[in-house]
Protein backbone atom coordinates (compact mmCIF):
# COMPACT_ATOMS: atom_id res chain seq x y z
CA UNK A 1 0.00 0.00 0.00
CA UNK A 2 1.46 3.44 -1.20
CA UNK A 3 2.46 5.45 2.12
CA UNK A 4 1.50 2.79 4.35
CA UNK A 5 2.79 -0.70 5.66
CA UNK A 6 -0.86 -1.58 6.05
CA UNK A 7 0.07 -2.90 9.79
CA UNK A 8 -0.17 -1.84 13.17
CA UNK A 9 1.47 -3.63 16.12
CA UNK A 10 -1.04 -4.44 18.59
CA UNK A 11 0.98 -5.76 22.53
CA UNK A 12 -0.96 -6.46 25.31
CA UNK A 13 1.90 -6.81 27.85
CA UNK A 14 -0.33 -7.90 30.37
CA UNK A 15 -0.74 -11.44 28.62
CA UNK A 16 2.42 -11.01 26.26
CA UNK A 17 0.46 -11.41 23.30
CA UNK A 18 1.57 -10.22 19.95
CA UNK A 19 -0.54 -9.50 16.95
CA UNK A 20 -1.22 -7.13 13.95
CA UNK A 21 -4.15 -5.73 12.48
CA UNK A 22 -4.80 -3.48 9.53
CA UNK A 23 -6.51 -0.40 8.53
CA UNK A 24 -8.95 0.56 5.62
CA UNK A 25 -8.09 2.55 2.95
CA UNK A 26 -11.45 4.66 3.27
CA UNK A 27 -10.54 4.97 7.44
CA UNK A 28 -6.94 6.32 5.68
CA UNK A 29 -8.28 8.93 3.85
CA UNK A 30 -10.58 9.88 6.55
CA UNK A 31 -8.35 10.15 9.06
CA UNK A 32 -4.53 10.09 7.30
CA UNK A 33 -2.05 8.90 9.39
CA UNK A 34 -0.64 9.87 12.54
CA UNK A 35 -2.53 11.60 15.36
CA UNK A 36 -5.70 11.36 13.35
CA UNK A 37 -5.71 7.86 13.03
CA UNK A 38 -4.50 7.28 16.81
CA UNK A 39 -7.24 9.71 17.94
CA UNK A 40 -9.96 6.94 16.57
CA UNK A 41 -8.04 4.33 18.05
CA UNK A 42 -7.87 6.01 21.22
CA UNK A 43 -11.57 6.93 21.23
CA UNK A 44 -12.92 3.56 20.20
CA UNK A 45 -10.73 1.56 22.93
CA UNK A 46 -10.67 3.84 26.10
CA UNK A 47 -13.69 6.06 27.73
CA UNK A 48 -14.07 8.80 30.19
CA UNK A 49 -13.80 6.65 33.01
CA UNK A 50 -10.39 5.12 31.60
CA UNK A 51 -7.45 5.15 34.50
CA UNK A 52 -4.39 6.68 32.67
CA UNK A 53 -2.35 4.95 34.81
CA UNK A 54 -4.32 1.96 34.20
CA UNK A 55 -3.80 -1.38 32.29
CA UNK A 56 -6.73 -0.22 29.95
CA UNK A 57 -5.02 3.13 28.70
CA UNK A 58 -3.72 2.27 25.67
CA UNK A 59 -0.29 3.88 24.54
CA UNK A 60 -0.05 4.75 21.27
CA UNK A 61 2.90 5.22 18.53
CA UNK A 62 1.86 6.29 15.19
CA UNK A 63 3.64 7.10 11.74
CA UNK A 64 2.16 9.01 8.56
CA UNK A 65 2.09 8.32 4.72
CA UNK A 66 5.31 11.06 4.77
CA UNK A 67 7.20 9.24 7.50
CA UNK A 68 10.08 7.04 5.39
CA UNK A 69 10.10 8.95 2.45
CA UNK A 70 12.15 11.85 0.98
CA UNK A 71 9.42 14.40 1.97
CA UNK A 72 11.47 17.29 3.39
CA UNK A 73 10.88 17.10 7.70
CA UNK A 74 8.73 14.25 7.63
CA UNK A 75 11.24 12.30 10.21
CA UNK A 76 8.11 12.10 12.54
CA UNK A 77 5.72 10.16 15.16
CA UNK A 78 2.97 11.38 17.42
CA UNK A 79 2.49 9.32 20.51
CA UNK A 80 -1.18 8.92 22.34
CA UNK A 81 -2.87 8.42 25.16
CA UNK A 82 -5.37 9.34 28.12
CA UNK A 83 -3.06 11.76 29.81
CA UNK A 84 -2.25 11.39 33.14
CA UNK A 85 -1.47 15.31 33.44
CA UNK A 86 -4.77 16.32 32.30
CA UNK A 87 -7.36 13.46 32.64
CA UNK A 88 -8.16 14.45 29.06
CA UNK A 89 -6.77 14.08 25.56
CA UNK A 90 -2.83 13.44 25.58
CA UNK A 91 -0.94 13.72 22.94
CA UNK A 92 2.76 14.40 21.54
CA UNK A 93 4.77 14.92 18.20
CA UNK A 94 8.31 14.01 18.60
CA UNK A 95 11.01 14.10 15.75
CA UNK A 96 13.95 12.57 15.51
CA UNK A 97 14.89 8.85 14.01
CA UNK A 98 12.58 6.69 15.66
CA UNK A 99 9.15 6.52 13.71
CA UNK A 100 11.20 6.55 10.35
CA UNK A 101 12.92 3.49 11.74
CA UNK A 102 9.34 2.06 12.70
CA UNK A 103 8.33 2.24 9.36
CA UNK A 104 11.14 0.66 8.21
CA UNK A 105 10.63 -2.00 10.29
CA UNK A 106 7.62 -2.69 8.69
CA UNK A 107 4.95 -0.99 10.84
CA UNK A 108 2.52 2.28 10.66
CA UNK A 109 2.12 2.22 14.66
CA UNK A 110 2.31 0.35 17.80
CA UNK A 111 -1.13 -0.45 20.10
CA UNK A 112 -0.28 -1.25 23.84
CA UNK A 113 -2.04 -2.12 26.68
CA UNK A 114 -2.09 -4.15 29.68
CA UNK A 115 0.97 -3.69 32.16
CA UNK A 116 3.67 -5.97 32.40
CA UNK A 117 4.50 -8.15 35.87
CA UNK A 118 7.77 -6.86 35.75
CA UNK A 119 10.37 -4.39 33.49
CA UNK A 120 10.28 -5.07 29.89
CA UNK A 121 11.18 -3.43 26.61
CA UNK A 122 9.63 -4.14 22.97
CA UNK A 123 12.18 -5.45 20.36
CA UNK A 124 10.58 -4.45 16.88
CA UNK A 125 12.67 -5.42 13.69
CA UNK A 126 11.20 -5.76 10.42
CA UNK A 127 12.04 -9.31 11.28
CA UNK A 128 10.63 -10.25 14.89
CA UNK A 129 8.74 -8.81 17.50
CA UNK A 130 9.42 -9.99 21.20
CA UNK A 131 9.14 -8.71 24.84
CA UNK A 132 12.02 -9.00 26.91
CA UNK A 133 13.28 -8.69 30.25
CA UNK A 134 14.21 -5.06 31.22
CA UNK A 135 14.63 -5.64 34.95
CA UNK A 136 18.58 -4.99 34.18
CA UNK A 137 17.88 -1.78 32.69
CA UNK A 138 15.30 -0.14 35.29
CA UNK A 139 16.99 2.76 37.25
CA UNK A 140 18.69 4.40 34.15
CA UNK A 141 18.10 7.49 32.69
CA UNK A 142 17.50 8.02 29.11
CA UNK A 143 21.05 9.04 27.90
CA UNK A 144 22.41 5.50 29.64
CA UNK A 145 19.80 3.18 28.14
CA UNK A 146 20.49 4.36 24.68
CA UNK A 147 24.07 3.88 25.34
CA UNK A 148 23.66 0.33 26.46
CA UNK A 149 20.82 -0.77 24.18
CA UNK A 150 23.33 0.68 21.26
CA UNK A 151 26.05 -1.65 22.81
CA UNK A 152 23.83 -4.74 23.01
CA UNK A 153 22.85 -4.52 19.31
CA UNK A 154 24.96 -4.70 16.38
CA UNK A 155 22.54 -3.18 14.05
CA UNK A 156 21.48 0.53 14.40
CA UNK A 157 18.66 0.31 16.28
CA UNK A 158 16.57 3.75 17.52
CA UNK A 159 15.45 3.85 20.98
CA UNK A 160 12.37 5.05 22.47
CA UNK A 161 12.41 5.29 26.65
CA UNK A 162 11.87 6.41 29.84
CA UNK A 163 14.24 7.67 32.74
CA UNK A 164 13.73 7.80 36.17
CA UNK A 165 10.60 10.32 36.12
CA UNK A 166 8.49 7.68 34.07
CA UNK A 167 8.96 4.75 36.06
CA UNK A 168 7.67 6.92 38.93
CA UNK A 169 4.70 7.86 37.40
CA UNK A 170 5.54 11.59 37.60
CA UNK A 171 2.23 13.23 35.54
CA UNK A 172 4.75 15.12 33.72
CA UNK A 173 6.89 12.37 32.31
CA UNK A 174 8.40 12.40 28.79
CA UNK A 175 8.96 9.59 25.81
CA UNK A 176 12.79 10.28 24.85
CA UNK A 177 14.24 9.36 21.56
CA UNK A 178 17.67 9.48 19.99
CA UNK A 179 19.82 9.68 23.03
CA UNK A 180 21.51 12.60 24.00
CA UNK A 181 20.15 14.69 21.61
CA UNK A 182 16.91 14.45 24.01
CA UNK A 183 14.21 14.19 21.49
CA UNK A 184 11.06 14.63 23.19
CA UNK A 185 7.33 13.48 23.57
CA UNK A 186 7.20 15.91 26.18
CA UNK A 187 3.68 16.78 26.67
CA UNK A 188 0.85 15.99 28.27
CA UNK A 189 3.06 13.36 30.71
CA UNK A 190 2.94 10.18 28.41
CA UNK A 191 6.16 8.83 30.17
CA UNK A 192 3.71 8.00 33.00
CA UNK A 193 1.88 5.85 30.93
CA UNK A 194 4.35 4.11 29.93
CA UNK A 195 6.33 3.41 33.38
CA UNK A 196 2.66 2.40 34.35
CA UNK A 197 3.12 -0.44 32.17
CA UNK A 198 6.74 -1.20 33.32
CA UNK A 199 7.87 -0.31 29.96
CA UNK A 200 10.83 0.91 29.54
CA UNK A 201 11.71 1.14 26.32
CA UNK A 202 10.75 0.34 22.67
CA UNK A 203 13.83 -0.83 20.31
CA UNK A 204 13.13 -0.53 16.61
CA UNK A 205 15.07 -1.31 13.41
CA UNK A 206 14.29 -1.77 10.19
CA UNK A 207 15.39 -1.87 6.28
CA UNK A 208 12.32 -2.01 4.60
CA UNK A 209 11.28 1.28 2.02
CA UNK A 210 8.18 3.07 1.95
CA UNK A 211 6.75 2.47 -1.04
CA UNK A 212 5.60 5.78 -3.21
CA UNK A 213 3.47 5.53 -5.87
CA UNK A 214 4.74 8.17 -7.92
CA UNK A 215 8.46 8.49 -7.58
CA UNK A 216 9.58 10.30 -9.61
CA UNK A 217 7.07 12.98 -9.67
CA UNK A 218 7.54 12.94 -5.92
CA UNK A 219 11.26 13.71 -6.52
CA UNK A 220 11.01 16.30 -8.28
CA UNK A 221 8.57 17.71 -6.30
CA UNK A 222 10.92 17.51 -3.17
CA UNK A 223 13.97 18.52 -4.95
CA UNK A 224 12.11 22.04 -5.48
CA UNK A 225 10.54 22.00 -1.94
CA UNK A 226 13.78 21.50 -0.59
CA UNK A 227 15.51 24.39 -2.51
CA UNK A 228 12.75 27.05 -0.81
CA UNK A 229 13.29 25.12 2.99
CA UNK A 230 16.82 25.68 2.65
CA UNK A 231 16.39 29.13 1.49
CA UNK A 232 14.11 30.52 3.54
CA UNK A 233 15.13 28.70 7.38
CA UNK A 234 18.94 29.18 7.53
CA UNK A 235 18.22 31.38 10.87
CA UNK A 236 17.10 28.40 12.35
CA UNK A 237 19.78 26.48 11.17
CA UNK A 238 22.27 28.72 12.49
CA UNK A 239 21.06 29.09 15.68
CA UNK A 240 17.91 26.72 16.45
CA UNK A 241 14.75 27.88 18.02
CA UNK A 242 16.76 30.05 20.08
CA UNK A 243 17.70 32.05 17.47
CA UNK A 244 14.87 34.71 17.86
CA UNK A 245 14.55 35.26 21.32
CA UNK A 246 14.96 39.10 21.30
CA UNK A 247 12.69 39.47 18.68
CA UNK A 248 10.06 37.82 21.05
CA UNK A 249 11.24 39.67 24.03
CA UNK A 250 10.85 42.81 22.10
CA UNK A 251 6.79 42.13 20.94
CA UNK A 252 6.13 41.02 24.74
CA UNK A 253 5.23 37.43 23.45
CA UNK A 254 8.14 35.64 26.34
CA UNK A 255 7.18 35.17 29.40
CA UNK A 256 9.08 36.74 32.14
CA UNK A 257 7.99 36.05 36.07
CA UNK A 258 5.78 33.70 35.86
CA UNK A 259 3.40 35.85 32.99
CA UNK A 260 3.96 38.74 35.62
CA UNK A 261 6.59 40.70 33.59
CA UNK A 262 6.28 42.86 29.88
CA UNK A 263 10.22 43.04 29.76
CA UNK A 264 13.96 41.87 30.67
CA UNK A 265 16.47 42.85 29.84
CA UNK A 266 18.73 39.74 30.84
CA UNK A 267 17.19 38.02 28.32
CA UNK A 268 19.57 38.80 26.12
CA UNK A 269 22.09 36.30 27.56
CA UNK A 270 20.05 32.94 26.32
CA UNK A 271 20.51 33.96 23.04
CA UNK A 272 21.34 31.23 19.85
CA UNK A 273 24.61 33.25 19.15
CA UNK A 274 25.47 33.18 22.69
CA UNK A 275 24.53 29.63 23.16
CA UNK A 276 26.80 29.05 19.62
CA UNK A 277 29.70 30.67 20.28
CA UNK A 278 30.26 29.29 23.62
CA UNK A 279 29.09 25.75 23.66
CA UNK A 280 28.39 24.47 19.98
CA UNK A 281 30.22 21.17 19.27
CA UNK A 282 27.61 20.24 16.06
CA UNK A 283 24.36 20.61 14.88
CA UNK A 284 22.00 17.91 14.05
CA UNK A 285 18.80 17.02 12.35
CA UNK A 286 16.03 14.73 12.39
CA UNK A 287 15.10 12.22 9.62
CA UNK A 288 14.73 13.85 6.26
CA UNK A 289 15.52 16.99 7.20
CA UNK A 290 17.03 19.66 5.61
CA UNK A 291 16.94 22.59 8.38
CA UNK A 292 18.76 21.18 10.61
CA UNK A 293 17.63 23.41 14.25
CA UNK A 294 18.99 20.58 16.80
CA UNK A 295 22.37 21.85 18.80
CA UNK A 296 24.76 19.38 20.38
CA UNK A 297 26.22 21.58 23.17
CA UNK A 298 28.97 21.14 26.03
CA UNK A 299 30.07 22.59 28.87
CA UNK A 300 34.02 21.91 29.91
CA UNK A 301 34.90 24.23 32.36
CA UNK A 302 33.30 25.75 35.42
CA UNK A 303 30.53 24.57 37.87
CA UNK A 304 28.43 22.98 35.41
CA UNK A 305 31.67 21.05 33.85
CA UNK A 306 30.26 18.10 31.73
CA UNK A 307 27.17 18.85 30.64
CA UNK A 308 26.49 17.85 27.08
CA UNK A 309 24.25 16.43 24.74
CA UNK A 310 20.98 18.32 22.63
CA UNK A 311 20.97 22.05 23.58
CA UNK A 312 18.00 23.75 25.13
CA UNK A 313 15.18 25.01 22.52
CA UNK A 314 13.43 28.04 22.88
CA UNK A 315 10.78 26.62 25.00
CA UNK A 316 13.19 25.40 27.89
CA UNK A 317 15.37 28.53 27.33
CA UNK A 318 12.36 30.55 28.69
CA UNK A 319 10.28 28.19 31.02
CA UNK A 320 13.50 27.24 32.97
CA UNK A 321 15.37 30.69 32.43
CA UNK A 322 13.26 33.79 32.38
CA UNK A 323 9.50 31.85 33.85
CA UNK A 324 11.82 31.89 36.73
CA UNK A 325 14.21 35.29 36.43
CA UNK A 326 17.46 33.24 36.24
CA UNK A 327 19.31 34.48 33.56
CA UNK A 328 22.53 31.73 34.05
CA UNK A 329 22.76 29.93 30.91
CA UNK A 330 24.35 27.60 32.14
CA UNK A 331 22.30 26.54 34.77
CA UNK A 332 19.70 26.07 32.22
CA UNK A 333 21.65 24.34 30.17
CA UNK A 334 22.20 21.50 33.31
CA UNK A 335 18.55 21.46 34.31
CA UNK A 336 17.51 20.45 30.55
CA UNK A 337 20.26 18.04 30.60
CA UNK A 338 18.52 16.55 34.23
CA UNK A 339 15.41 16.58 32.82
CA UNK A 340 15.99 14.99 29.41
CA UNK A 341 18.06 12.19 31.66
CA UNK A 342 15.16 11.83 33.89
CA UNK A 343 12.78 11.98 31.12
CA UNK A 344 10.78 15.34 32.12
CA UNK A 345 8.60 17.74 29.92
CA UNK A 346 11.19 21.17 30.21
CA UNK A 347 7.69 23.38 29.99
CA UNK A 348 6.02 21.61 32.45
CA UNK A 349 8.87 21.10 34.92
CA UNK A 350 9.76 25.03 34.42
CA UNK A 351 6.07 26.67 34.70
CA UNK A 352 5.82 24.41 37.89
CA UNK A 353 8.76 25.82 39.06
CA UNK A 354 8.26 29.45 38.36
CA UNK A 355 5.02 28.86 40.21
CA UNK A 356 6.40 27.09 43.30
CA UNK A 357 8.73 30.61 43.21
CA UNK A 358 5.91 33.18 43.32
CA UNK A 359 4.01 30.79 45.88
CA UNK A 360 7.62 31.00 48.18
CA UNK A 361 7.45 35.07 47.20
CA UNK A 362 3.84 34.81 48.76
CA UNK A 363 4.81 32.16 51.82
CA UNK A 364 2.51 30.02 50.55
CA UNK A 365 5.31 27.30 51.27
CA UNK A 366 9.00 28.16 52.80
CA UNK A 367 12.82 27.03 52.95
CA UNK A 368 12.00 23.95 54.36
CA UNK A 369 9.35 23.15 52.27
CA UNK A 370 11.77 23.22 49.95
CA UNK A 371 14.74 20.88 51.25
CA UNK A 372 16.60 23.83 52.70
CA UNK A 373 16.72 25.98 49.45
CA UNK A 374 14.96 29.43 49.32
CA UNK A 375 13.51 29.33 46.42
CA UNK A 376 13.46 32.65 45.52
CA UNK A 377 13.49 33.93 42.16
CA UNK A 378 16.33 33.71 39.92
CA UNK A 379 18.26 31.14 42.02
CA UNK A 380 19.80 28.70 39.87
CA UNK A 381 20.36 26.45 43.00
CA UNK A 382 16.70 26.45 43.99
CA UNK A 383 15.72 25.70 40.61
CA UNK A 384 18.30 22.79 39.93
CA UNK A 385 16.63 20.70 43.03
CA UNK A 386 13.06 21.28 42.07
CA UNK A 387 14.11 19.64 38.87
CA UNK A 388 15.54 16.65 40.86
CA UNK A 389 12.91 16.37 43.05
CA UNK A 390 10.18 16.51 40.38
CA UNK A 391 12.06 14.10 38.66
CA UNK A 392 12.85 11.67 41.69
CA UNK A 393 8.93 11.95 43.06
CA UNK A 394 10.18 13.64 46.25
CA UNK A 395 10.05 16.41 48.89
CA UNK A 396 8.15 19.74 47.53
CA UNK A 397 8.41 17.98 43.83
CA UNK A 398 5.98 15.36 44.03
CA UNK A 399 3.49 18.13 44.64
CA UNK A 400 4.64 20.22 41.76
CA UNK A 401 5.40 17.24 39.45
CA UNK A 402 1.11 16.92 39.64
CA UNK A 403 1.30 19.73 37.64
CA UNK A 404 0.71 23.43 38.35
CA UNK A 405 -3.62 22.82 38.34
CA UNK A 406 -3.54 20.15 41.30
CA UNK A 407 -0.39 21.66 42.91
CA UNK A 408 -2.69 24.85 43.25
CA UNK A 409 -5.32 22.95 45.01
CA UNK A 410 -3.14 21.25 47.42
CA UNK A 411 -1.19 24.26 48.35
CA UNK A 412 -3.90 26.40 48.63
CA UNK A 413 -4.29 29.88 49.70
CA UNK A 414 -5.57 31.35 46.75
CA UNK A 415 -2.25 29.63 44.40
CA UNK A 416 -5.15 29.28 41.99
CA UNK A 417 -4.10 33.00 40.50
CA UNK A 418 -1.14 31.94 39.67
CA UNK A 419 -1.45 28.69 38.02
CA UNK A 420 -0.82 29.53 34.58
CA UNK A 421 -2.47 26.44 32.89
CA UNK A 422 -5.53 25.29 30.25
CA UNK A 423 -7.11 22.30 31.44
CA UNK A 424 -4.15 21.22 33.43
CA UNK A 425 -1.58 21.64 30.87
CA UNK A 426 0.77 24.37 31.88
CA UNK A 427 1.52 27.23 29.53
CA UNK A 428 4.49 27.03 27.12
CA UNK A 429 6.54 29.90 26.17
CA UNK A 430 4.61 32.40 24.26
CA UNK A 431 1.90 34.91 26.20
CA UNK A 432 -1.50 35.19 24.65
CA UNK A 433 -1.20 39.00 25.47
CA UNK A 434 1.07 39.51 23.02
CA UNK A 435 -0.99 37.67 20.02
CA UNK A 436 -4.48 37.61 20.60
CA UNK A 437 -4.84 34.61 18.36
CA UNK A 438 -2.79 32.43 20.58
CA UNK A 439 -5.18 32.97 23.61
CA UNK A 440 -8.15 31.73 21.76
CA UNK A 441 -5.94 29.00 20.66
CA UNK A 442 -4.92 28.08 24.09
CA UNK A 443 -8.75 27.91 25.42
CA UNK A 444 -9.52 25.54 22.78
CA UNK A 445 -6.45 23.05 22.19
CA UNK A 446 -7.85 19.78 22.77
CA UNK A 447 -4.37 18.89 24.63
CA UNK A 448 -4.54 22.55 26.80
CA UNK A 449 -2.53 25.18 26.29
CA UNK A 450 -0.28 24.84 23.18
CA UNK A 451 1.21 26.87 20.87
CA UNK A 452 1.50 24.22 18.29
CA UNK A 453 -2.12 23.55 18.24
CA UNK A 454 -2.74 25.77 16.09
CA UNK A 455 0.18 27.98 15.96
CA UNK A 456 -1.59 30.99 14.96
CA UNK A 457 0.89 33.23 16.67
CA UNK A 458 3.34 33.14 13.03
CA UNK A 459 -0.26 34.33 11.01
CA UNK A 460 0.27 37.54 13.05
CA UNK A 461 3.97 38.10 12.82
CA UNK A 462 6.02 35.62 10.45
CA UNK A 463 3.75 34.09 7.53
CA UNK A 464 0.92 33.36 5.32
CA UNK A 465 -1.36 30.63 4.49
CA UNK A 466 -3.12 32.11 1.04
CA UNK A 467 -5.03 28.89 0.60
CA UNK A 468 -7.29 29.60 3.26
CA UNK A 469 -7.71 33.00 2.65
CA UNK A 470 -4.65 35.13 4.99
CA UNK A 471 -2.35 36.37 2.16
CA UNK A 472 -1.10 38.89 4.15
CA UNK A 473 0.21 39.00 7.54
CA UNK A 474 -2.75 39.62 10.59
CA UNK A 475 -3.09 42.45 13.07
CA UNK A 476 -1.68 40.54 16.47
CA UNK A 477 -4.42 42.85 18.39
CA UNK A 478 -7.20 42.55 16.74
CA UNK A 479 -10.47 40.51 17.70
CA UNK A 480 -12.52 40.51 14.98
CA UNK A 481 -11.86 37.30 12.43
CA UNK A 482 -10.07 35.31 14.73
CA UNK A 483 -12.96 32.51 15.95
CA UNK A 484 -12.53 31.33 11.98
CA UNK A 485 -8.67 31.96 11.92
CA UNK A 486 -7.95 29.85 14.40
CA UNK A 487 -10.29 27.20 14.07
CA UNK A 488 -8.46 26.98 10.16
CA UNK A 489 -5.41 26.51 11.23
CA UNK A 490 -6.21 23.93 13.70
CA UNK A 491 -7.61 21.65 11.26
CA UNK A 492 -4.17 22.61 9.27
CA UNK A 493 -1.92 21.66 12.36
CA UNK A 494 -4.13 18.37 12.85
CA UNK A 495 -3.35 17.23 8.97
CA UNK A 496 0.73 18.46 9.76
CA UNK A 497 0.40 16.13 12.52
CA UNK A 498 -1.33 12.87 10.70
CA UNK A 499 0.86 13.83 7.63
CA UNK A 500 3.73 13.80 10.22
CA UNK A 501 5.71 16.63 8.68
CA UNK A 502 7.40 19.41 10.78
CA UNK A 503 5.64 22.30 11.17
CA UNK A 504 9.09 24.64 10.77
CA UNK A 505 8.09 23.85 7.20
CA UNK A 506 5.51 26.47 6.73
CA UNK A 507 8.35 29.00 7.56
CA UNK A 508 10.27 27.72 4.19
CA UNK A 509 7.15 28.73 2.17
CA UNK A 510 5.67 25.46 1.98
CA UNK A 511 1.72 25.74 1.66
CA UNK A 512 -1.12 23.37 1.86
CA UNK A 513 -1.19 22.52 -2.04
CA UNK A 514 2.52 21.04 -1.34
CA UNK A 515 1.30 19.14 1.20
CA UNK A 516 -1.56 17.78 -0.69
CA UNK A 517 0.39 17.53 -3.56
CA UNK A 518 2.75 15.09 -1.86
CA UNK A 519 0.40 13.33 -0.36
CA UNK A 520 -1.35 12.65 -3.88
CA UNK A 521 2.09 11.66 -5.24
CA UNK A 522 2.64 9.48 -2.44
CA UNK A 523 -0.65 7.28 -2.20
CA UNK A 524 -1.84 8.07 -5.56
CA UNK A 525 -4.72 9.76 -4.11
CA UNK A 526 -6.98 12.09 -5.85
CA UNK A 527 -7.99 13.89 -2.96
CA UNK A 528 -9.00 17.49 -3.60
CA UNK A 529 -8.40 20.55 -1.25
CA UNK A 530 -11.58 20.54 0.09
CA UNK A 531 -11.49 16.96 1.24
CA UNK A 532 -7.61 17.49 2.89
CA UNK A 533 -9.19 20.14 5.13
CA UNK A 534 -12.07 18.31 6.14
CA UNK A 535 -10.18 15.69 7.16
CA UNK A 536 -8.08 18.24 9.35
CA UNK A 537 -11.38 19.60 10.87
CA UNK A 538 -12.63 16.07 11.14
CA UNK A 539 -9.79 14.82 13.53
CA UNK A 540 -9.94 18.30 15.60
CA UNK A 541 -13.49 17.36 16.50
CA UNK A 542 -13.05 13.68 17.00
CA UNK A 543 -10.65 14.81 19.57
CA UNK A 544 -12.98 17.27 21.08
CA UNK A 545 -15.69 14.64 20.97
CA UNK A 546 -13.56 12.65 23.27
CA UNK A 547 -12.66 15.69 25.72
CA UNK A 548 -16.24 15.69 26.00
CA UNK A 549 -16.53 12.29 27.05
CA UNK A 550 -14.65 13.25 29.78
CA UNK A 551 -16.56 15.97 30.92
CA UNK A 552 -14.62 19.00 28.49
CA UNK A 553 -17.19 22.12 27.83
CA UNK A 554 -17.06 25.87 27.23
CA UNK A 555 -16.52 26.13 31.36
CA UNK A 556 -12.73 24.50 30.47
CA UNK A 557 -12.12 26.87 27.59
CA UNK A 558 -10.46 29.62 29.26
CA UNK A 559 -7.61 31.14 30.02
CA UNK A 560 -6.03 31.91 33.73
CA UNK A 561 -6.68 34.62 35.75
CA UNK A 562 -3.69 36.45 35.20
CA UNK A 563 -3.78 36.46 31.54
CA UNK A 564 -7.49 37.75 31.06
CA UNK A 565 -7.33 40.43 33.67
CA UNK A 566 -4.16 41.66 34.29
CA UNK A 567 -2.35 43.77 31.81
CA UNK A 568 1.38 44.64 31.77
CA UNK A 569 2.65 47.67 32.45
CA UNK A 570 5.64 47.60 29.97
CA UNK A 571 7.30 46.19 26.93
CA UNK A 572 5.86 45.10 23.12
CA UNK A 573 2.22 44.56 24.49
CA UNK A 574 1.91 46.59 26.97
CA UNK A 575 -1.85 47.34 28.54
CA UNK A 576 -3.10 44.63 25.97
CA UNK A 577 -5.22 41.91 27.35
CA UNK A 578 -7.40 39.70 24.80
CA UNK A 579 -11.18 39.49 24.55
CA UNK A 580 -11.63 35.78 25.32
CA UNK A 581 -15.43 36.02 25.06
CA UNK A 582 -16.24 37.42 22.01
CA UNK A 583 -13.21 35.21 19.80
CA UNK A 584 -15.03 32.26 21.36
CA UNK A 585 -18.60 33.22 20.62
CA UNK A 586 -17.06 33.36 16.81
CA UNK A 587 -15.34 30.46 17.02
CA UNK A 588 -17.98 28.27 18.27
CA UNK A 589 -20.29 29.31 15.64
CA UNK A 590 -17.64 28.68 12.89
CA UNK A 591 -17.34 25.45 13.62
CA UNK A 592 -20.69 24.84 14.02
CA UNK A 593 -20.98 24.06 18.15
CA UNK A 594 -23.05 24.92 20.54
CA UNK A 595 -22.76 27.60 22.97
CA UNK A 596 -21.74 25.32 25.45
CA UNK A 597 -18.90 24.75 22.76
CA UNK A 598 -20.17 20.56 22.10
CA UNK A 599 -20.48 19.90 18.28
CA UNK A 600 -23.78 19.47 16.77
CA UNK A 601 -25.24 16.53 15.45
CA UNK A 602 -25.32 18.47 12.27
CA UNK A 603 -21.71 19.01 12.28
CA UNK A 604 -21.08 15.40 13.35
CA UNK A 605 -22.46 14.33 10.66
CA UNK A 606 -21.34 16.89 8.14
CA UNK A 607 -17.67 15.09 9.12
CA UNK A 608 -19.21 11.24 9.40
CA UNK A 609 -18.26 11.15 12.71
CA UNK A 610 -22.19 10.11 13.77
CA UNK A 611 -20.67 6.91 15.49
CA UNK A 612 -19.61 8.88 18.17
CA UNK A 613 -22.72 9.52 19.41
CA UNK A 614 -23.09 5.03 20.14
CA UNK A 615 -19.87 5.47 22.01
Given amino acids: MNGFTWKILRIDLSSKSINTITISE ?11 LGAKIL ?32 GRHAVLAKSPLTGIWGESDVGGRWGTALKKAGYDGVIINGCADKPVYIYISDKDVAIRDASYLWGMDTYEI ?48 MGSKKLKAIVVFGNKKTTIARQEELNQYVKDMLAKIKDKTSFLKQYGTTGGIMGLEATGDMPIQNFRKGKWQNA ?48 T ?79 LGAILGLGVKKAAQILGNNCQEFAIHVKGLEFPAHDPRAFFSSALSYATSNRGACHLAGFTHGLEGSFTVPELGYERIQDRFAVEGKGEMVAKMQDLMGLFDSLKICKFVIFGDITVTDLLNCLNKVTAWDMTLQEFLQAGERMFNLKRMYNVRCGISRKDDMLPYRIMTSPRDEGGAKGKLP ?27 ELELTWLLEQ
Fill in 317 to 395: VCTLGTYCLIDDLEAVCKANEMCNRYGLDTISVGAAIAFAMEAYEKKVINETDCGGFPLKWGNAEGMLEMVRQIGEKSG
Fill in 579 to 605: HLGKMLNEYYNYRGWNEEGLPTVEKLA
Fill in 146 to 193: DEKLKEQFATKIQVASIGPAGENLVPMASIMHDGKHGRAAGRTGLGAV
Fill in 26 to 36: DTLRKYVGGSG
Fill in 268 to 315: ENFTGEILAEKYLIKRFACGACPIGCGREIKISSGKYAGVEGGGPEYE
Fill in 43 to 74: MEETSGNTDPLGPENILIFMTGPFTGTRIPSS
